[in-house]
Each structure stands twice: as structure tokens, then as C-alpha cells.
């Protein structure tokens, strides 16, 4: 059994906390030095992605003393501990099973009587064979005709990963003719999301996914009525185009109001639910259950890559490693996620909420307070977008912001233009290379105003092109990186009980029992 | 003249730094006393917002100071300096117009021979004019057929403020039956990004805006490219299909390639130019020049809030104090803007370039290095979907982040549906007051993992509905915040130079001028 310590509490830290000594990564990536340094500073992901690390203030001094952490910290056993099945998630008393979609990493894991890679791969098969019939017209709407839109209802986990993956596919599907309907998504209790939806597509011809674990959320609920009844306004009932993504014990399992429903667990969270049938339905639907095989399979590759015992050869651990390093040790407050890739646009909100919602805590796994600083504030936008917009306080701004990039050798469509002799993609790739180089060298000069300091760290993550395959990498590792940052910090990264608080306070404001300045604020509204 | 001082210089803010007393929120929003000050902290922007600031830490004498600093640092006099016509912009020599486009604020501005009031109604006239001959079908396509899709062709402040406004409308203008024409945006330099537009419309039917001030931005050169060529292999002439928003110096201008060619001049910013040419052309396209008149006028009206000489009385200045006094003296390095409307889903990514590049500077407009921190990294997703992901991190994370929430009476589309006996607007409205006062007043809990520490600060912008008007006072609102924030600083708020390393370095990629680990990200990128 691993123990669970405290990050302050471990030598290796301790240590780290002592050392002065700083990497200089302007001087590092100097020269033929730093040449050799950023060829040979990298660690596959998986699926043909690798981390390059070469434009981090590290060298192999440091790097050795980080993998002394990981040894002490335990990094690889915890993770064996967690596809093995143990109770992970100690606040809510729960296995953590997401990797076990994606494949078997170790042993059975029976909970509730039940082998659960079994179940997760039953549910697929259902998803399949129902995403099947729905393509090849066996199930159709009232008049016949072919379902051409799937429509996700659901929010956080069930909307930001889902989408995010949709839109990495969308065009790639295009370019690979494999997108069998157009996929929408319903989120926000703003009743304006779920009004503009329904106004740009044709219901007739709409599935509609609702995705609720307890079947109780209320904003999902209600973005529900809004669709049932564009639905019955169409002329059309509303059993003939919904099915559920729910929990077994849930109201809308075995309910003849949907068409079918797929099921999903308590042992994996929302914001890791994307390769679950909360991901998997949608994305089945969108691309055929054989392109959602491969998201699932990239994914088993970065799962299977971050068993490996040495740090230095795990990328998502190595990663982890050099995150806690430049917050605890260099203390910096966030880090940016920067895809050169459009596809990626909505991929840094997934980020986004995948890495604050699991490491944005101030207890540990046993609900003590911890006296350092954990998840740091995560934002970005795609590449070159970003560089004409915030780049600006990226480069010379009086904060450090370290920075993760990707970026791919070839672009998702076939199609291209030269233009000044170089092809888009070329420009792309050029841009965010350029960018490592200025954000870690600077430039002297005697305008203070157009000099650049330098020493902005950043690594990157280069595949050959985006895939189904690379895209299930990518999420993995990042949840993989997420899930070894929690260890190292000693937290539950598994719970959200900071979300609670408001849901609570809500229902107060619409029973109207408030008073003092919830009260004015809630009169303000007219509630 | 006013005088520019470095902010560490003003003996207000020395005061402030040696005052080590502090406001606790949660305190100060108890009781009945708590109830008095969240209704009467408020401010008028403009066009019905209004600016509540209770849920901040501050108190009468805290903002007494605030507003000397406001006094010392000749906040409204800079103004007054740079909106009669000022060099505001030292670094580039130039005027700072852009408020201009909405209003006479004061003397009439004259540069290069030219009333500047006089050329930006110029062009607003020459759009409108355009705009009402594509609508009412006088310019139409080679088929005789009208336009029904516009599509902005433009990267960085081109792209994100007119993204970030046309969607905030886009429903509005449904509900209200004055969608013109549908709008898209094409600004990444990934092929993948217009090729993917140029899937889903309709090419004969769509006018197509190349803004470029220079007629040089490569970027948005490439992506011209992709456009004629799809233009020519619809059989048509992309002269017939393209208009340019462009300086008069351009080669764009004058140029028989495009149908009409608007003029914006040097002395608007990208970040700064949603009331230009810029996005008077896609936005009057969009709507009618008409709601483009009205997004002008509530940003005028905003401009003109912003002039009074009480700080205390003066959102835009108040909210820039307010910040300043959070990233200075209590340390925060970010802040999240929050609205509650599904509307302004990209008005976060519009503000992030806004504040970052406007104010993410280390040098003083001197060109001196600056010893005090300067803007913050801001970022931002629609409520209530943030709630669900990454609020986790600001209710329970280890580092405090300043909120501001934007909230809306009614929603833009007339419908609503009631579910346990509430609107979804009233639901919407009740959880951004619930949050509000679940950030600044936490919740005691003897169980560690769901206790809430509180005092965590936000103001909210409070409006009836998201109309033209509102929105553009809402634009100017933030401007002007920033403005006085880089005046309190004593920043040109009005260059970019931390753009340019970047764009030097990859243009010697595309060219193969490189060495060291330059080359060696080109070679792996197989440039």
C-alpha cells in the first residue's frame, strides 16, 4: 500500500524547497548545447505524440532530483493502486475507473458485484449497435426519414469534454468522410443556449442525447423541457427522438420516454466522463463507433505509458513533475494551453475545468488543510489566434506564465496555399516554434520597450496530425498529469465539493428564503 | 498637462501600501448592514447597467483613498487629454481615437488635415449605405441573387471583438427579426480553420470582409487566399464577392479586387476597433446599421459616465481602482469575468485581449522598467457552465481570484419554460446572486473538505436585457477601465511591441535562417 503524505512533508521536497540554484533556460537553449538539449529533452505520450520539455527551467541535476520526488511521493504505485481498484476517491467513498474505458490496465476490477471493464465495454456495444441502426436508417423519426443532428443535452463533464472532442473531429471527419451527422450541444440554464439551438437546426431530423448520472440535474432538466417541447411543437413525439446517458438506478433508465438508454457509473467523474458513454454516445453517433474505438485506444496508449516506473521516461509524470515545480518551487499562479491547431479551440476549456476542478483544493485527501499552494488557474486560446491577442502580457508582462503547447506536422483537411513560399501549416508550425524560442531567449535591446527578457518556460506537444487516435493521447495525458499533480499535493482530485455551496444558496433565492444582500440581489433580478 | 508618474511614486498609494488594515467581505455583508451596502455600492455606467461593487473588500474610507489616489494619479484629466486629442500612445506617436468613433466627447479632434470625428461618420455613413444596398438586393451576387452570409476574414482585435459582439446579437437579432444576414469568422492561420468556414456556407451567396489596416497582415492574406480560391471554383469572381476595411494607405484601398473598401486609420488598435470600420462593417451587415447606430450610442453614453470627476461616482474609474488595489496590495494575479448569458460566450476571449495586451507591459510609458505589478491574467467562460467546472478552484483553490459577473433581468429570446416553479432565467439570475454571496461569505463546515473559507471578492455589471445599447456600453465600460488602469500604472496601454519577437523569429523559420534548437523545432515540424 502507498502511503499518503503531504508534499511539505517529504524530503525530496524538502530538499527542493532548500536549493536556490536556478536553471537559466536562455543560456541552456543556447548554442549546439541547446540544440542537443531540445532534441533529446522529450518522452513519447503515446499514439505517436511527444512531450518536449527542452524550453523548461530544468536540467538533468533537476530532473533527477524530481524523479527523487516521484520515487518518494510514490507516483507509480498510487496510479496501480487506482487501476486496480482501490477506493481512490476517499471523500465520496468511490473506485476512480475512467482509464478503464479505454482498456484493462491491470486487475479485474468487480464492484458491486459487477467486473466493471465488462460493464464499460457493454455499454460501448450498446452504443454501437444503436449508433449503427440510427446510420443505417433501421431507426429513423416519424416520417420515415434518416436522423442527420445529434444534439448533447448536459453540463460541465457531460458538455465541455464532449464538445471539446467533437470540434477536435469535426473537420477531420469532413476531410475523411466520416461524419455521419452534425453534433450540437445544450449546456447553460440560460434559456437563450437552448433557444439558439433550436433555432439553427431541423428537429425533425434530431436525436437528442440527455446526459444527467442522477437524472436529477436541473439545468439539464430544463434545457430537457425546452427541446420536448420544440419537439411536440414540430408535431412529432418527443420518445421517438431522446435517449438517456444516465445511472442505472436513475428515473430515466428503463423509462419509455427514450428511445434507449446508455449507462454510466459513480466511479467516474463528470470531468473525466469523455471517454464513458457520456462521451461516447455523442461521439458514436457523430463519427461511427469505430472512430470513437481509436479515441479510446490513443487513450489506452498514454494510460499504458504513464505505468512506466521512471519518471523521466513518463511523460504525464514528468509533466506533473515540472507543473509542481514551477508552482510551488518557482511559485507561479497559472499556466496557459495553447493548441496550434483550430481544431483544439474549445480543448484549453476542457483543460480548464479538468485540471481546477480536480487540483483547485485546500484540503487533502483526509480533509486536513494543506500549507501550499495546489491547482494554479489554467486558460487558453488556440495558436496564432493568441499571439495577436495576450501573447502580449505572455511576453512582457511582470508575471511568469508557463506555457503548454501543441502543435502537429500536417493540418486535419488535405487542402493548402502557398503564399510567400511557405503553405499555411508551415506558417502554423513556424509560429508556434518561434514562439517557444522567444518566450525562453528574449531579445536585448536598447528600447526598453521592445526588449524581452526571456526565461518564459514552455514545453510542447508535437504529433504528425490530429487523429482520433492522437486526440485520445492528448486527453489521457493531460487527465494522467492531473491525476499525478493531485498525488504529489496529496489531494482528493476526484470530489468537487466546492461547487456545493452555490447549488444550495441557489434553491434559496428561488424558494425566496433569503435576507440581507442575497435578498437585495435576488429583488435586483425580480426573483 | 497632467503629469505621468510611475504609480509607486504618488504618496495616495504609498498610504495605501503602508495600510495594513483590511476589509472582511464576509463581515461587512452580514446582517442588515450587509443588505444596505450591497444596494447602495452601485454606479451607473450607462444605457441601464449599473456597476455593484459590494461584494468587494473595500469600505467608505478605503474608497476614500482610492479616490485620492484616483485625484493624484489625474485619472480624469489623462482623459480629458487623450480624448481632445493627446499623443496618448508615446511608443507610436500617436492620438487614441477610438472613443471618438462613438461621440464628440470634447474639442474637435484634427489630425493629418483631417476632422477625425468627421471621417469616422464618414465611414459609418459610406457603411450604412453599402449595407442598405446589399439588403435591399442593389449589390448582389453575378446570379442577381442577394447575400445572405458575411464573412470577416481578420485575426487579433479584427477578429475577436466583432466574434464576441455579433454572437452577443446573433439571438437578439433573431428574436427581434433583424438577422440581415448570418455572420462568420475566419482568423486563424491553421488551413483547417478557413477551410472549415468554407464548408458550411453557401460561397456564391457571402460577402466576404479582408480587414487589414496595413493590407500586409499575413495571416490574414493566407486566408484571402483560401477564400478567392474557393470563390473561382464556384465560377465566380472574387471582385464581385470581397470588401476591404483598410487604412487609405493600403494597397487594398482603391483596389479594383474589392467591391468597396472602408477606411480605419492609426489611430485605433485592434484591441480598441469593435467601433470602427472594422466591426461597423460586418456588424452593420449583420444587423442593419441601424442596431450598429445603437451599440455606438450605449458606448457613448458609457464614454460619457466615464468623464466624471468623482471617482466614486464613476464606474469605469472605480472598477479600474478597485482592481488595481486587488493586484497591488492584496496580490491577486487574476481575474475572472463571469457573465450570466450565453450571449457574451466569447466576450471573456474579447476582454482577455482587451485587458492582457492593452496593460501586460513591464515598462512605464518612458520606456523605464516599472518596480510594481501591472494587468492580471484574465480569463472567463459563461455562468452557469463555469460552475460546473472550474469554480471548484475559485471557491476551495489556495490562491483568491477577483470576480466579475454580468448579469441580465430578462433573457434575449422572448420564451422561457417554468420547472419547479421558476423560469430559467430566474434560475440563471439566482445563481449568479447565490455565487455571489457564496464567494464573499463561505460556509462554515466541520467537515474541512466542505467548508468554504468566503471572503473571495466580486462586483457584478447589472443590466435589463443585453440589447444593442447595453452591449456597447458594456464594451466601453471595460475599455475604460483598462484605460484608467494603464493611467494608474503609467503604461501606454496602446502598443503591442511583445508581439513582435515572435513574428521577427518566424519569419526566419519560413526563410530556413535557423540555428540551435530554432532549427531544431523547424526540423521537427519539417519546415
Given at each position: 500500500m502507498a502511503s499518503w503524505k503531504n508534499l511539505d512533508t517529504l524530503s525530496s521536497y524538502?530538499?527542493?524547497?532548500?536549493?536556490?540554484?536556478?536553471?537559466?533556460?536562455?543560456?541552456a537553449l543556447s548554442g549546439e548545447d541547446g540544440a542537443k538539449r531540445m532534441a533529446s529533452y522529450k518522452v513519447p505520450i503515446g499514439a505517436g505524440l511527444t512531450y518536449y520539455y527542452g524550453a523548461k527551467a530544468v536540467d538533468d541535476a533537476l530532473l533527477k532530483k524530481l524523479a527523487a520526488l516521484a520515487k518518494e511521493a510514490e507516483l507509480a504505485e498510487k496510479y496501480k493502486e487506482l487501476y486496480n481498484g482501490a477506493v481512490i476517491n476517499t471523500g465520496e467513498n468511490r473506485l476512480v475507473l475512467h482509464q478503464l474505458t479505454r482498456g484493462?490496465?491491470?486487475?479485474?476490477?468487480?464492484?458491486?458485484?459487477?467486473?466493471?471493464?465488462?460493464?464499460?465495454?457493454?455499454?460501448?456495444?450498446?452504443?454501437?449497435?444503436?449508433?449503427?441502426?440510427?446510420?443505417?436508417?433501421?431507426?429513423?423519426?416519424?416520417?420515415?426519414?434518416?436522423?442527420?443532428?445529434?444534439?448533447?443535452?448536459g453540463i460541465g463533464g457531460s458538455d465541455l469534454g464532449p464538445r471539446a472532442l467533437y470540434l477536435a473531429l469535426e473537420n477531420w471527419?469532413?476531410?475523411?468522410?466520416?461524419?455521419?451527422?452534425?453534433?450540437?450541444?445544450?449546456?447553460?440554464?440560460?434559456?437563450?443556449?437552448?433557444?439558439?439551438?433550436?433555432?439553427?437546426?431541423?428537429?425533425?431530423?434530431?436525436?437528442?442525447?440527455?446526459?444527467?448520472?442522477?437524472?436529477?440535474t436541473l439545468e439539464t432538466l430544463t434545457n430537457e423541457s425546452f427541446v420536448k417541447?420544440?419537439?411536440?411543437?414540430?408535431?412529432?413525439?418527443?420518445?421517438?427522438?431522446?435517449?438517456?446517458?444516465?445511472?442505472?438506478?436513475?428515473?430515466?433508465?428503463?423509462?419509455?420516454?427514450?428511445?434507449?438508454?446508455?449507462?454510466?457509473?459513480d466511479y467516474i467523474?463528470?470531468?473525466?466522463?469523455?471517454?464513458?458513454?457520456?462521451?461516447?454516445?455523442?461521439?458514436?453517433?457523430?463519427?461511427?463507433?469505430?472512430?470513437?474505438?481509436?479515441?479510446?485506444?490513443?487513450?489506452?496508449?498514454?494510460?499504458?505509458?504513464?505505468?512506466?516506473?521512471?519518471?523521466?521516461?513518463?511523460?504525464?509524470?514528468?509533466?506533473?513533475?515540472?507543473?509542481?515545480?514551477?508552482?510551488?518551487?518557482?511559485?507561479?499562479?497559472?499556466?496557459?494551453?495553447?493548441?496550434?491547431?483550430?481544431?483544439?479551440s474549445r480543448f484549453p476549456a476542457h483543460l480548464q475545468q479538468l485540471d481546477m476542478e480536480s487540483n483547485g483544493k485546500s484540503v487533502n485527501r483526509f480533509g486536513e488543510p494543506v500549507d501550499y499552494e495546489t491547482g494554479p488557474v489554467i486558460f487558453g486560446e488556440p495558436g496564432t489566434n493568441g499571439q495577436h491577442s495576450f501573447y502580449q502580457l505572455l511576453h512582457q508582462g511582470t508575471s511568469i506564465i508557463p506555457l503548454q503547447f501543441v502543435g502537429f506536422v500536417e493540418n486535419q483537411f488535405s487542402d493548402d496555399v502557398v503564399i510567400e513560399g511557405s503553405t499555411s501549416?508551415?506558417?502554423?508550425?513556424?509560429?508556434?516554434?518561434?514562439?517557444?524560442?522567444?518566450?525562453?531567449c528574449g531579445k536585448e535591446d536598447e528600447n526598453r520597450n521592445k526588449y524581452f527578457a526571456g526565461g518564459r518556460p514552455s514545453s510542447i506537444i508535437i504529433g504528425r496530425k490530429l487523429t482520433p487516435k492522437a486526440l485520445?493521447?492528448?486527453?489521457?495525458?493531460?487527465?494522467?498529469?492531473?491525476?499525478?499533480?493531485?498525488?504529489?499535493?496529496?489531494?482528493?482530485?476526484?470530489?468537487?465539493?466546492?461547487?456545493?455551496?452555490?447549488?444550495?444558496?441557489?434553491?434559496?433565492?428561488?424558494?425566496?428564503?433569503?435576507?440581507?444582500?442575497?435578498?437585495?440581489?435576488?429583488?435586483?433580478?425580480?426573483?
Open positions: 524538502k530538499k527542493l524547497v532548500k536549493d536556490e540554484s536556478r536553471v537559466d533556460i536562455k543560456t484493462q490496465l491491470g486487475d479485474d476490477v468487480v464492484a458491486d458485484g459487477v467486473n466493471k471493464r465488462e460493464f464499460f465495454v457493454g455499454q460501448q456495444e450498446k452504443i454501437a449497435a444503436f449508433a449503427q441502426k440510427v446510420h443505417s436508417g433501421e431507426i429513423r423519426n416519424a416520417a420515415g426519414e434518416k436522423f442527420t443532428t445529434v444534439v448533447q443535452i471527419a469532413k476531410a475523411n468522410d466520416t461524419l455521419k451527422m452534425k453534433a450540437k450541444f445544450i449546456s447553460n440554464v440560460d434559456p437563450d443556449d437552448a433557444l439558439a439551438v433550436l433555432s439553427e437546426i431541423d428537429v425533425a431530423h434530431s436525436l437528442f442525447i440527455l446526459v444527467s448520472k442522477s437524472g436529477t417541447n420544440a419537439i411536440k411543437k414540430a408535431g412529432l413525439d418527443p420518445a421517438d427522438h431522446m435517449v438517456a446517458v444516465t445511472s442505472e438506478t436513475s428515473p430515466l433508465a428503463k423509462n419509455s420516454g427514450y428511445l434507449e438508454a446508455f449507462f454510466m457509473d467523474g463528470g470531468r473525466y466522463s469523455s471517454t464513458s458513454a457520456v462521451g461516447g454516445a455523442v461521439l458514436s453517433l457523430a463519427f461511427g463507433p469505430e472512430v470513437f474505438a481509436r479515441i479510446l485506444a490513443g487513450a489506452n496508449e498514454a494510460d499504458e505509458a504513464a505505468k512506466n516506473e521512471d519518471p523521466l521516461e513518463n511523460a504525464a509524470m514528468l509533466d506533473a513533475l515540472i507543473g509542481v515545480y514551477e508552482r510551488n518551487i518557482l511559485g507561479y499562479p497559472s499556466t496557459a494551453v495553447l493548441p496550434y491547431s483550430q481544431a483544439l501549416q508551415e506558417k502554423l508550425a513556424a509560429n508556434v516554434s518561434a514562439q517557444i524560442i522567444a518566450f525562453a485520445g493521447a492528448l486527453l489521457a495525458h493531460f487527465e494522467n498529469k492531473v491525476m499525478f499533480q493531485g498525488f504529489l499535493w496529496n489531494l482528493n482530485s476526484f470530489d468537487q465539493e466546492g461547487v456545493q455551496l452555490g447549488k444550495v444558496l441557489a434553491k434559496k433565492v428561488l424558494a425566496h428564503e433569503t435576507d440581507g444582500a442575497l435578498k437585495v440581489l435576488s429583488d435586483l433580478f425580480e426573483i
